[in-house]
């Protein structure tokens, strides 16, 4: 079950004993005000890093946001649920007190108010403080704010606006509620929701304000990390596609494409590029990247002490390995290994092989004390030696297992062995994947997560446990290449279309990308890899087959199915959760997530602007 971590904390208590006050203690000394603050450039930096580590809030990347709410919405992973709000994003049945919608709303809205803190305080360090030279560094300052801020809204608006609501009517027309100033008042926290169509221009300006503030400037060294005027350019080209303008779409990536200087990775980088290996960081793909140091403290991320744990998401998607005795009953997790793969992905990137048996361990040595190197019972060898057939000679998806460990067939390490610097592969050490603890399932596959999770350490080991060490990409080339296709099919240019489609599929398959491969789409509707599934979707669908497949548990495909309105086909396609526990549906008030209760109820202004259905 799941692990709670709980934070105590201690009100501070101050005993006025008849002592006077000193002026300086009359208000908080542990704030500040932008009338005098910040005076110098270093403090204007330091005004914007809360823009940033808005991010790595819990309730976004640094823990719920992906393992929890999309991985369940989208049937990645499969598991029981382990709170409310959690059930309902296995169930795609979302409430108006879904706890995962508050805190994405709140986060975004708190990244929002941090952005504009940045503006206006640059304004205040321009009128008064700044130095001769100075406004090219301020300028590179409010870039980014104004790209952190474009990002922000658009994920809100992805998420809570109404532009994927089926059959809307007339007054289905809303979007977001824009800030674009810091509040002054309570009645000025009092705001509705703009149109759709202005929630897109806000996102639309800012991003293509970010782009031109930040023109040339190349971010090295401690600065990589930074927003750069090719992540504001490649969100913005997301934007256009996402508000169906395709033709403005269409010019912006491609300008991306051409001139950012980016080119998608080798397979052989792009196979281990979400598994924390630190010399994959800020690659050749990469265009805004959010960093997540590995450590060594056994630190519980952003629920804990060390400075470099920064994100747990690995802590739900921690792969199972053999028990001690070589055995799936006595199997051990690197964290909590609350989810595994749904077995209906397994299915979905081409794996046919079905499931696997066990068998005695012809060379088990009974006067050996059992273990993973000395099992009484192993997989099958037939079986085995199929499965890795399938995987040399590529009858299924070569992503497939970017994506997933394989029981029995894959490795991954309980402890690290000493001296085992993370960041780094270890030479020793590895231990045979495993299902989840308990009696063998002979009728589930459970692989386990490979993309964004541990696979060298156990995050409870102290020390020598990290939280989490895999980069998050907010945006990389593949998905710029795979947006451009699609604006290039719905502008009636079907040939390059199918020729960046086939791009992004060549390199999974260690294709070169710019020559026709033997595993090319020969038109936008020949089979997928999910043919052979019989998903009816997804099967003859090369567009949505390659933003599935190629940004497998990356967070994009939950927007691709509201959009194309997949959560009903989907639902049918994946059939149950809890591990076949409970049958799925969909309920299409999820296309917009609820504008949470505690707005509507603080807020007046949107009191009667909830989403439909909720």
């Given at each position: 079950m799941?692990?709670?971590?709980?934070?105590?904390?201690?009100?501070?208590?101050?005993?006025?004993?008849?002592?006077?006050?000193?002026?300086?203690?009359?208000?908080?000394?542990?704030?500040?005000?932008?009338?005098?603050?910040?005076?110098?450039?270093?403090?204007?930096?330091?005004?914007?890093?809360?823009?940033?580590?808005?991010?790595?809030?819990?309730?976004?990347?640094?823990?719920?946001?992906?393992?929890?709410?999309?991985?369940s919405?989208?049937h990645t992973?499969?598991?029981?649920?382990?709170n409310?709000?959690?059930?309902?994003?296995?169930?795609?049945?979302?409430?108006s007190?879904?706890?995962?919608?508050?805190?994405?709303?709140?986060?975004?809205?708190?990244?929002?108010?941090?952005?504009?803190?940045?503006?206006?305080?640059?304004?205040?360090?321009?009128?008064?403080?700044?130095?001769?030279?100075?406004?090219?560094?301020?300028?590179?300052?409010?870039?980014?704010?104004?790209?952190?801020?474009?990002?922000?809204?658009?994920?809100?608006?992805?998420?809570?606006?109404?532009?994927n609501?089926?059959?809307?009517?007339?007054?289905?027309?809303?979007?977001?509620?824009?800030?674009?100033?810091?509040?002054?008042?309570?009645?000025?926290?009092?705001?509705?929701?703009?149109?759709?169509?202005?929630?897109?221009?806000?996102?639309?300006?800012?991003?293509t304000?970010?782009?031109?503030?930040?023109?040339?400037q190349v971010?090295?060294?401690?600065?990589?990390?930074?927003?750069?005027?090719?992540?504001?350019?490649?969100?913005?080209?997301?934007?256009?596609?996402?508000?169906?303008?395709?033709?403005?779409?269409?010019?912006?990536?491609?300008?991306?494409?051409?001139?950012?200087?980016?080119?998608?990775?080798?397979?052989?980088?792009?196979?281990q590029?979400?598994?924390?290996?630190?010399?994959?960081?800020?690659?050749?793909?990469?265009?805004?990247?959010?960093?997540?140091?590995?450590?060594?403290?056994?630190?519980?991320?952003?629920?804990?002490?060390?400075?470099?744990?920064?994100?747990?998401?690995?802590?739900?998607?921690?792969?199972?390995?053999?028990?001690?005795?070589?055995?799936?009953?006595?199997?051990?997790?690197l964290?909590?290994?609350?989810?595994?793969?749904?077995?209906?992905?397994?299915?979905?990137?081409?794996?046919?092989?079905?499931?696997?048996?066990?068998?005695?361990?012809?060379?088990?040595?009974?006067?050996?004390?059992?273990?993973?190197?000395?099992?009484?019972m192993?997989?099958?060898?037939?079986?085995?030696?199929?499965?890795?057939?399938?995987?040399?000679n590529?009858?299924?998806?070569?992503?497939?297992?970017?994506?997933?460990?394989?029981?029995?067939?894959?490795?991954?390490i309980?402890?690290?062995?000493?001296?085992?610097?993370?960041?780094?592969?270890?030479?020793?050490?590895?231990?045979?994947?495993?299902?989840?603890?308990?009696?063998?399932?002979?009728?589930?596959?459970?692989?386990?997560?490979?993309?964004?999770?541990?696979?060298?350490?156990?995050?409870?080991?102290?020390?020598?446990?990290?939280?989490?060490?895999?980069?998050?990409?907010?945006?990389?080339?593949?998905?710029?290449?795979?947006?451009?296709a699609?604006?290039?099919?719905?502008?009636?240019?079907?040939?390059?279309?199918?020729?960046?489609?086939?791009?992004?599929?060549?390199?999974?398959?260690?294709?070169?990308?710019?020559?026709?491969?033997?595993?090319?789409?020969?038109?936008?509707?020949?089979?997928?890899?999910?043919?052979?599934?019989?998903?009816?979707?997804?099967?003859?669908?090369?567009?949505?087959?390659?933003?599935?497949?190629?940004?497998?548990?990356?967070?994009?495909?939950?927007?691709?199915?509201?959009?194309?309105?997949?959560?009903?086909?989907?639902?049918?396609?994946?059939?149950?959760?809890?591990?076949?526990?409970?049958?799925?549906?969909?309920?299409?008030?999820?296309?917009?997530?609820?504008?949470p209760?505690?707005?509507?109820?603080?807020?007046a202004?949107?009191?009667?602007?909830?989403?439909?259905?909720y």
């Amino acid at each position: 079950m799941l692990k709670k971590i709980l934070l105590f904390i201690l009100p501070a208590i101050i005993l006025a004993t008849g002592c006077s006050k000193s002026p300086s203690l009359v208000q908080p000394t542990n704030e500040y005000a932008l009338t005098n603050y910040p005076n110098t450039i270093a403090g204007l930096q330091s005004v914007l890093v809360p823009a940033y580590s808005a991010m790595r809030d819990a309730n976004l990347y640094g823990f719920e946001y992906l393992p929890e709410a999309m991985a369940s919405l989208t049937h990645t992973g499969d598991d029981n649920g382990y709170n409310a709000g959690w059930t309902e994003m296995l169930q795609t049945d979302i409430s108006s007190t879904n706890s995962y919608c508050l805190g994405a709303w709140q986060v975004c809205y708190a990244g929002i108010k941090n952005c504009n803190t940045v503006l206006q305080a640059s304004t205040v360090y321009m009128a008064n403080y700044a130095q001769p030279g100075d406004a090219a560094t301020v300028a590179l300052i409010n870039g980014q704010a104004y790209c952190l801020r474009g990002y922000y809204y658009l994920l809100l608006e992805s998420l809570f606006g109404e532009d994927n609501i089926v059959n809307p009517s007339a007054t289905d027309t809303l979007g977001i509620i824009i800030d674009t100033t810091l509040p002054t008042s309570l009645a000025t926290t009092q705001k509705g929701r703009s149109s759709i169509k202005n929630s897109w221009a806000q996102v639309v300006s800012d991003l293509t304000t970010a782009a031109t503030l930040l023109h040339g400037q190349v971010w090295t060294g401690n600065d990589e990390g930074r927003a750069s005027e090719w992540a504001a350019k490649g969100l913005l080209g997301k934007a256009y596609v996402y508000m169906k303008d395709f033709t403005d779409a269409k010019t912006t990536l491609l300008d991306v494409i051409t001139n950012s200087g980016k080119s998608l990775m080798s397979f052989a980088q792009y196979d281990q590029a979400f598994t924390g290996i630190t010399v994959n960081k800020y690659n050749s793909e990469s265009l805004f990247e959010l960093n997540i140091d590995p450590n060594s403290f056994g630190d519980y991320g952003v629920y804990g002490g060390a400075p470099n744990s920064t994100s747990i998401n690995g802590l739900i998607w921690s792969p199972w390995v053999l028990g001690s005795d070589g055995s799936e009953v006595d199997a051990a997790t690197l964290g909590y290994g609350n989810e595994t793969i749904h077995d209906a992905n397994i299915i979905r990137f081409g794996f046919t092989l079905g499931y696997y048996n066990l068998v005695a361990n012809p060379n088990y040595n009974s006067a050996k004390p059992a273990s993973p190197t000395n099992a009484a019972m192993i997989m099958d060898p037939v079986y085995h030696a199929n499965s890795l057939a399938a995987r040399t000679n590529q009858t299924a998806d070569p992503r497939l297992y970017v994506s997933c460990l394989q029981p029995w067939v894959d490795s991954a390490i309980n402890t690290p062995p000493a001296g085992y610097v993370p960041g780094t592969v270890p030479t020793t050490g590895y231990i045979p994947v495993s299902k989840q603890a308990g009696a063998f399932k002979s009728n589930q596959y459970q692989w386990s997560f490979r993309k964004y999770a541990p696979l060298y350490c156990n995050i409870n080991d102290v020390p020598g446990g990290q939280a989490d060490g895999a980069d998050i990409y907010l945006l990389r080339l593949a998905d710029v290449y795979l947006l451009y296709a699609e604006a290039c099919i719905n502008t009636n240019d079907n040939v390059d279309g199918l020729a960046y489609l086939n791009m992004v599929k060549r390199r999974a398959y260690g294709y070169p990308i710019a020559s026709p491969s033997p595993v090319d789409y020969a038109s936008l509707t020949s089979p997928t890899a999910a043919a052979a599934s019989g998903d009816p979707v997804l099967g003859n669908n090369p567009l949505y087959y390659e933003r599935w497949a190629e940004l497998f548990n990356e967070g994009t495909w939950w927007t691709d199915v509201c959009r194309w309105h997949l959560g009903v086909s989907e639902a049918a396609f994946y059939k149950t959760y809890n591990y076949g526990g409970n049958t799925l549906t969909f309920n299409p008030r999820c296309y917009a997530w609820p504008i949470p209760m505690t707005e509507i109820n603080a807020n007046a202004k949107v009191a009667n602007e909830q989403n439909p259905g909720y």
